[in-house]
Structures are given as structure tokens and as C-alpha cells.
């Protein structure tokens, strides 16, 4: 039986992590605004969520092709192998709604503050 690999998972936390790290910029050794790096480029907020949802769309997509490729009788492929790429889908796509729910909330909150 094969160990659940994390990598995905990991990847996942480090991009929320980044996103995070964006929206409380700090100051960076040059005295100038920052976002917690030395590096002078941005990382735009709208592509670093675009590119999450494409990497949960294409664990799905695996997961999917996983599970035909097994339900057709490819001898290559084991039901472990296909529950797991599923569990991995399911996590990644929990984490996504996890954070829409938070954007969403944070929104609403901001919204609804008074000047």
C-alpha cells in the first residue's frame, strides 16, 4: 500500500501562506513597500488564486480518469491508488471552499463598515 503524498497538500498551504504574507505587506531592507521579501516583483492575488483553482480542477481530473481508467478494468491501476487521488481531490477542494468562504466573509465584513 502506497503512503499518501502531501506534496499537493503542502504546495496548497504554502500558496494560501503567500497569500496571506501579501495582504499584510512589510517593510523590505531598501526602506520601500514590500511584501515580506527582498524581491521587487508582485505577485498579483487574482493569478495565484487562478492558479490554485486549476491545480484543484486538475486533481479532480485525475482523480476522475482514475477512477474510469479502474472502473473499465485497467489492471494498472488499484483501488488504492483511486480512493486515495479521490481523498486528495476531496481535501484540495474542501481547503478552496474553505477559503472562497473566508474571501466571502472578509468582503462582507469590509462592506460593511462605516466611514
Given at each position: 500500500?502506497?503512503?499518501?503524498?502531501?506534496?499537493?497538500?503542502?504546495?496548497?498551504?504554502?500558496?494560501?501562506?503567500?497569500?496571506?504574507?501579501?495582504?499584510?505587506?512589510?517593510?523590505?531592507?531598501?526602506?520601500?513597500?514590500?511584501?515580506?521579501?527582498?524581491?521587487?516583483?508582485?505577485?498579483?492575488?487574482?493569478?495565484v488564486f487562478?492558479?490554485?483553482?486549476?491545480?484543484?480542477?486538475?486533481?479532480?481530473?485525475?482523480?476522475?480518469d482514475l477512477?474510469?481508467?479502474?472502473?473499465?478494468?485497467?489492471?494498472?491501476?488499484?483501488?488504492?491508488?483511486?480512493?486515495?487521488?479521490?481523498?486528495?481531490?476531496?481535501?484540495?477542494?474542501?481547503?478552496?471552499l474553505k477559503?472562497?468562504?473566508?474571501?466571502?466573509?472578509?468582503?462582507?465584513?469590509?462592506?460593511?463598515?462605516?466611514?
Open positions: 500500500m502506497r503512503k499518501i503524498d502531501n506534496n499537493g497538500i503542502q504546495e496548497l498551504v504554502g500558496q494560501l501562506k503567500s497569500m496571506a504574507a501579501q495582504a499584510h505587506p512589510t517593510k523590505t531592507v531598501e526602506g520601500g513597500e514590500g511584501y515580506g521579501s527582498l524581491e521587487s516583483s508582485k505577485v498579483d492575488f487574482a493569478d487562478k492558479s490554485v483553482l486549476e491545480q484543484v480542477d486538475a486533481t479532480q481530473k485525475n482523480a476522475s477512477g474510469q481508467r479502474f472502473a473499465f478494468g485497467d489492471k494498472s491501476v488499484q483501488l488504492s491508488d483511486v480512493m486515495i487521488e479521490e481523498q486528495k481531490a476531496n481535501i484540495a477542494m474542501q481547503a478552496t477559503v472562497r468562504d473566508r474571501l466571502i466573509s472578509a468582503y462582507t465584513n469590509i462592506m460593511n463598515m462605516s466611514i
